[in-house]
């Protein structure tokens, strides 16, 4: 029966239930419940608080985590759940309790532990993801006050931070652990985790200097269980009353809670089209995402049935409302209880859960939400499959028993069920002795990641003997549907498990499981090879298990070589250990002058306590309207038509806007205006803002956007990839070049000359905080003010005039702090703040627009991917004598800072080495792609990438070690860079040799040979890697910043300069700056905001140079200020600050300054390839080591350690947190991080799900980091340096690590010499890359003769 939402309205005349929770002990009691409300839009927009944040609406980067508390009336307990709120429909809380981060401590009352440690531990940066991860740790510590390291990995599992690298929350959280509070000595000599390298001595052993920690745990809050909220007594008694039928109704939706079974099918044959929502980590992503509307949802979750865990004769029957947590629970039990044998599928269960999303997806999922949703991709259908497990169905008409089997799914997200049936439970059988099962998952990352293959094979063996009785393999991810590989598996029986069935095996299933070269998902070499390889791991499981227990009974069976061992034990993420090493300040330095000191950010208590406030934060305006955009779906094509009706006959829609409401100019762009506010007439790409919808709710905004229909006209070509680019030759102007020496005559006086190439993706900001502008028409003389999220006050100020026509003294923007920018905020958040201006001057109201995380992947771009391509002249002894190299970036739709990003590439593309002949020309391609923007490190990491690619081939070639290699061609002192600046201050020889040292290089080699010699299946991998990092913005006129100091008459001073706060920690540092200038505590200084109105003509935040830049402004206005009050202070020099500045107060002196600083020297010519790019260099080097698995791809990351560069320290701790964090981005960009595009230019990766940025578990098991002592930089304040962008390019040593591993794995191939690796090095790459038996049975098809799913941009 076909319902609409008027038909149910009419039906139940408008009533519905109330639905009763408590929110942080408060009860609530709502009247309106709307299912389509998730808990996270109501504790944010009806109860205000705003602690809670969202990341991405998908479940997939915590930050939205709060605790969810019932009484479970069958276990008789309360249970404590972390939980996502953004998927949590609000209707699901009837009889719940809600803690969010608010309800537990707060700066202004008491804070919890939970908050304090990740706060003083700098595990707080940006702090948008904290408020989820303090919650996270505070349900684990509900449940288990003494927790293992291990269940706070496993708590984390679902938690993103893009800023901190990790390390410092889990060092932090590591304090509540019992017996584990110290890294147990394996910090070594180094120190322990505890003290963060407390009284050091230095590992060159030359040196007493002594590094101080960055904190005091003996400082922190005991914890204490017995204060934490109780659990409301009311609740207790609510939910022990017997279980009534409920029922909400919202807008569109209809929620019912039914009582019992029968009454669940009573409405399942009613309402035939109804959804059952459990965990709603399905269907919430269908309805958010895939805009499905499911007009009825029947919520079974506590119908007993449906819950029931019931062991029968054959296995354990599980009810379909089982939790996948309780699952867990429950299976581990048995298997601690029942004899080994019997549990094999229990506990391949148990492993796929171990990867199966985080936490708090695990805790609200459901068994019978995983099969019913039938996903090809589904985790547990292969072993479910695979084992053969018996599901029952009812209805009203009674019950029947399935087999899961390759019937069970006839097609993409189908069941056999009848639409009146719902899945009662499933039997997962148990084994019996001679049958094994295992089951694999491979994924891109390994936590919290959907599969790329996943599977579940079965064996069972003839009585006694190796003769296969029966066998059944099944896949998730090579077809629409999960499948069993019948045919391989019927050529197997009454076959000895042998060598020759391995074989035989491996070819049926390259045949049985093939795929199309065009099949969705991507990667067909890589998954066909992964079903074979998976096979081979379970054939060697096996034959492990076979022998072990043929010798129990006495039968003599050939187990395994060992080297081959390894790839059977079971993927682990080993505990961490980490040291920092820093230089103390010296003894003499007095107390209140914190430079140099470890000192906390100074808003990172408010952030794990949500009260620091972010831009969607501010409290809604009394008439203030919501907008969403409207965006091309098509890569390159001309508008014939915009039809709004449909969307205007959504409730709440106020207006749509396009380019005819710009009153000021439709071009825009912070370098050249090359491109549109809204769209006019033409696409350029998908993604491309055409128009947008402001509504009184962002549901009804963003619902009246998917409505509005575009009608293209489609133009050729879509240019899509840089290959695409240079077809076409489609580029923008001008070409730059960069040459020094003489190439043909370096090429001839070289022994070899080698060519390569090297493509670098690009990569996705990912911010936790998306885009977000609020503007707000003052109603006179055109005046707007916006409260933004960006890096660039200044530039959003400018082209928000531009847009509506006014000048720029019209316009203010406002920056209290951003939740991450990374160079994303630093020109492309202007897309969205004129759009809302332009709104908001139309609609005459304040109008808000935060963007969804599929809108901002879509609309803002990111890093640029590079191709490169070079032809390599060098000596036997690996000296490079000459390099010619052509770099291309995808520069996308429009130039935004292409030409600067180039540029910087360029001036990159010898990182430390010095190359006597050199010559590098760079191509921007213009492509129909969303334009690519700044990202942390601004082209730099790619010409690096670059040049470390011919360095490690021309050490491949030379079959010399490639660290010897390196080191031979390194710059010295006072050597020329290819743009003839001098290097002065040179420190890499220094940071080289303690890298080297720290990182026991010599011995940590010969230990990877070692066990590259016994391993065959999994190989090791090491490099050293330098890096050198220009700091300047290489257009001149930008080094320049302000900063303007007022003091007020109680001696507080009021202190704003023109540098953004995104996590980085700059206005601690500008704090400490103008504290040690004025010689006053930082507890008397405060800064509010970034605003144009107080510092105007700012630079953006970026080029790491805003510690310099502003830092120098602030100390010229506090200077200005100090020689002012110098009379007061002569007058009484016995006085204090607070009496110095009221004497001159009443002196009538001026107590407001303003600071201006601009650096010298600077400005360099393409043309002559003279001048000064930089003022000065920061420098740094990297050791890492790898373990790769040579059959599946997966990598772990064994060691890094890092000497850096940063000249005296402002702040130790925010210097190392910006290394950890920088290094770990960069490990996203050369490992994990893959944008993927189809041909079309349609971006599939649009969110946490598709999309993965490194998560906890990829941190290196031993992380070491250290600061080079002695090495003051007299070219910025306080002889400090830069740090926010250098060290991102040390984490191409895990690649080039991943490199050596893989050459390695190669050689027992018989593989030798030079071979290209495109970063970022994923399982795929690695995998295919590691050449064997089995991949040559896939191979892959000629390119151009099929259109693959994705292409490389
Ligand atoms: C961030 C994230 C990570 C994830 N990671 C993984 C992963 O690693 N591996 C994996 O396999 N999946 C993963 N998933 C998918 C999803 O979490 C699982 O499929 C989960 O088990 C679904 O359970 P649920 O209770 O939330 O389903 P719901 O969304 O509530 O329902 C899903 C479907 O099942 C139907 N259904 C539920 N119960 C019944 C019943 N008793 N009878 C009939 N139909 C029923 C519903 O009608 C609906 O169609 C992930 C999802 C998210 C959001
Ligand atoms: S916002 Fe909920 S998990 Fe990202
Ligand atoms: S501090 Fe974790 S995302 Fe910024």
Redesign the pocket.
């Known amino acids: 029966m076909s319902i609409t939402v008027d038909k149910i309205k009419s039906k139940f005349q408008d009533q519905g239930d109330e639905l009763v929770f408590f929110v942080n002990g408060k009860k609530i009691i709502e009247k309106n419940a709307d299912p389509e409300t998730t808990l996270l839009t109501y504790i944010r927009k009806t109860l205000g608080l705003k602690g809670t944040k969202l990341g991405c609406a998908?479940?997939?980067c915590g930050a939205c985590t709060v605790m969810v508390s019932k009484y479970h009336p069958h276990q008789k307990r309360i249970i404590h759940h972390a939980i996502n709120a953004c998927?949590a429909p609000l209707c699901s809380l009837h009889h719940c309790a809600v803690t969010t981060v608010e309800g537990i401590g707060s700066v202004a009352s008491k804070l919890h532990p939970v908050q304090e440690r990740i706060a003083k531990a700098h595990g707080s940066q940006c702090g948008f993801c904290t408020p989820g991860i303090v919650m996270s740790m505070y349900a684990l510590l509900r449940n288990n006050p003494q927790p293992t390291m291990h269940d706070i990995q496993d708590a984390f599992q679902g938690n993103l931070c893009r800023c901190t690298g990790y390390r410092p929350i889990l060092e932090g959280y590591r304090t509540f652990t019992k017996g584990e509070g110290c890294c147990g000595g394996k910090g070594g000599t180094n120190g322990c985790c505890m003290t963060n390298g407390h009284i050091q001595e230095l590992a060159n052993g030359n040196s007493t200097h002594q590094a101080e920690k960055l904190y005091d745990p003996s400082e922190f809050m005991p914890l204490d269980p017995t204060q934490e909220i109780i659990f409301p007594p009311e609740l207790m008694s609510l939910s022990k009353q017997p279980e009534r039928e409920l029922r909400f109704i919202g807008e569109r939706v209809l929620w019912i809670q039914p009582s019992s079974l029968n009454d669940l099918l009573e409405l399942k044959a009613t309402y035939l089209n109804a959804?059952?929502?459990?965990?709603?980590?399905?269907?919430?992503?269908e309805m958010k995402f895939r805009n499905l509307l499911y007009p009825v949802i029947l919520a079974?979750a506590y119908i007993p049935e449906?819950n029931s865990i019931r062991h029968t004769l054959s296995g354990i029957k599980v009810g379909?409302?089982v939790t996948?947590t309780v699952l867990g629970d429950m299976l581990r039990e048995a298997v601690m209880n029942l004899p080994s044998h019997q549990t094999e599928v229990f506990k391949a269960v148990l492993e796929q859960l171990r990867?199966?999303?985080g936490q708090q997806?695990r805790n609200?999922?459901?068994?019978?939400?995983?099969v019913?949703?039938a996903?090809p991709?589904?985790?547990?259908n292969p072993i479910f499959m695979a084992a053969g497990c018996k599901l029952t169905v009812m209805s009203k008409g009674g019950e029947r028993v399935l087999e899961m089997d390759d019937k069970f799914f006839p097609g993409y997200r189908k069941t056999v069920?009848r639409p009146d049936e719902?899945?009662l439970s499933i039997e997962i059988p148990f084994t019996k002795k001679g049958q094994y099962f295992s089951a694999f998952k491979q994924s891109p990352r390994k936590e919290?990641?959907?599969?790329i293959v996943t599977c579940g094979m079965n064996v069972c063996f003839q009585e006694r003997s190796d003769i296969v009785q029966n066998i059944r393999i099944s896949y998730g991810g090579m077809a629409p549907v999960t499948v069993l590989a019948t045919a391989t598996c019927n050529r197997l029986i009454n076959r000895q498990w042998n060598e020759e069935l391995l074989q035989d095996a491996c070819t049926s299933l390259a045949e049985e499981m093939s795929l199309s070269p065009s099949a969705p998902g991507g990667m067909v070499t890589y998954r066909r090879t992964l079903t074979i390889s998976l096979f081979y791991k379970f054939f060697l499981i096996v034959q492990h298990k076979l022998a072990l227990d043929m010798q129990m009974e006495g039968i003599v069976m050939e187990d395994i070589r060992p080297d081959y061992a390894s790839v059977t034990e079971p993927f682990q993420i080993d505990l961490p250990s980490s040291v920092q090493l820093y230089q103390a300040v010296p003894p003499d330095q007095s107390g209140d002058d914190v430079v140099g000191q470890p000192i906390m950010h100074l808003s990172a208590l408010k952030q794990a306590t949500g009260e620091a406030v972010y831009c969607d934060d501010i409290p809604c305006y009394e008439n203030e309207l919501y907008l969403a955009l409207v965006t091309s779906t098509k890569a390159h094509a001309l508008i014939k038509s915009i039809d709004t009706s449909e969307a205007m006959d959504i409730p709440g829609v106020v207006t749509f806007i396009s380019a005819k409401d710009v009153k000021g100019s439709n071009m825009t762009g912070p370098a050249v205006y090359d491109e549109t506010v809204f769209a006019d007439n033409k696409v350029t790409c998908v993604g491309h803002i055409v128009g947008a919808i402001v509504a009184d709710t962002q549901a009804h905004a963003q619902r009246a956007a998917k409505a509005v229909k575009i009608n293209y006209e489609e133009l050729k070509p879509v240019i899509v990839t840089i290959q695409d680019a240079i077809t076409h030759n489609s580029f923008y102007h001008p070409v730059r070049t960069i040459e020094r020496g003489d190439l043909t005559q370096g090429f001839k006086d070289s022994d070899h000359i080698l060519h390569g190439e090297i493509h670098i993706g690009g990569q996705e900001h990912f911010y936790l905080e998306t885009n977000c502008t609020i503007a707000v028409p003052r109603g006179e003389d055109g005046e707007m003010e916006m409260f933004v999220s960006t890096q660039s006050a200044t530039k959003t100020q400018s082209l928000v005039a531009k847009a509506l026509g006014v000048p720029a003294n019209r316009v203010v923007c406002r920056v209290k702090r951003m939740g991450g920018g990374f160079g994303g905020k630093e020109c492309r958040s202007t897309m969205l703040s004129t759009v809302v201006a332009v709104a908001a001057q139309k609609v005459k109201r304040p109008v808000r627009c935060m963007l969804d995380r599929d809108e901002d992947m879509l609309v803002t771009g990111g890093r640029h991917p590079f191709f490169g391509r070079y032809k390599v002249g060098y000596m036997n002894n690996g000296k490079v004598m000459a390099v010619d190299m052509t770099l291309y970036s995808n520069a996308g739709n429009s130039m935004d800072l292409s030409l600067s990003i180039l540029e910087r590439a360029l001036f990159h593309m010898d990182n430390c080495y010095n190359i006597p002949n050199i010559r590098g020309t760079g191509f921007m391609c213009k492509t129909n792609l969303p334009s690519n923007s700044a990202f942390r490190g601004f082209g730099g990491p790619q010409g690096m990438m670059i040049a470390e690619s011919w360095m490690s081939d021309v050490a491949h070639s030379c079959d010399l070690p490639a660290d010897e290699v390196r080191r031979l061609n390194l710059y010295k002192q006072g050597d020329l860079t290819h743009f003839n600046q001098q290097l002065d201050q040179f420190t890499i020889d220094r940071c080289w040799l303690e890298c080297m040292q720290i990182s026991d290089f010599s011995n940590r080699k010969a230990a990877v040979e070692e066990y590259n010699r016994q391993h065959r299946w999994t190989k090791r991998g090491l490099s050293i890697i330098p890096t050198k990092f220009g700091i300047s913005f290489t257009a001149v006129f930008l080094n320049q910043a302000g900063a303007l100091v007022h003091v007020y008459t109680d001696g507080s001073v009021l202190l704003t300069h023109g540098g953004t706060e995104m996590g980085q920690g700059l206005h601690t540092k500008m704090v400490q700056v103008a504290s040690k200038t004025l010689g006053i505590p930082c507890t008397k200084i405060h800064i509010t905001e970034t605003s144009t109105n107080t510092v105007p003509n700012t630079s953006p935040t970026a080029a790491s140079a805003s510690s310099d830049l502003n830092g120098m402004a602030v100390y010229n206005a506090c200077q200005t200020l100090l020689k002012r009050l110098q009379p007061y202070k002569d007058k009484n020099p016995n006085g204090v600050w607070e009496e110095w500045v009221n004497a001159a107060y009443f002196d009538r002196v001026n107590l407001s300054a303003n600071g201006f600083y601009k650096t010298p020297d600077l400005g360099y010519d393409f043309d002559t390839n003279s001048g000064r790019p930089f003022n000065y260099f920061s420098y740094g080097v990297a050791v890492s080591e790898v373990e790769i698995d040579c059959l599946t791809g997966s990598h772990k990351n064994l060691h890094t350690s890092i000497v850096m560069d940063v000249g005296k320290s402002l702040n130790p701790a925010l210097d190392i947190g910006q290394i950890e964090g920088g290094f770990m981005q960069g490990l996203g960009l050369f490992t994990l991080e893959e944008l993927r595009y189809s041909p079309e230019g349609f971006l599939y990766t649009r969110g946490p799900?598709m999309y993965k940025i490194p998560a906890f578990g990829d941190i290196p098991t031993e992380l070491k980091v250290s600061l080079l002592r002695d090495s003051p930089n007299e070219k910025a304040i306080f002889s400090s340096k830069a740090v926010g962008e250098p060290p991102l390019f040390l984490a191409s040593s895990v690649f080039y690590a991943i490199k050596d591993a893989i050459t390695y794995a190669r050689a027992e191939s018989g593989l030798t010499g030079p071979f290209r690796l495109d970063s970022p090095a994923t399982p795929e790459r690695i995998r295919n890359a590691c050449e064997d038996k089995f991949t040559k049975l896939c191979p892959p098809a000629d390119p151009g003769t099929f259109t693959p799913w994705a292409v490389q941009v």
């Open positions: 998908e479940g997939g998927l959804k059952l929502v459990v965990g709603n980590t399905e269907v919430g992503i079974p449906l379909a409302s996948l990867w199966f999303a997806i609200v999922a459901a068994i019978g939400g995983n019913m949703t996903s991709i589904s985790d547990l069920l719902i899945l919290d990641d959907i599969s799900g």
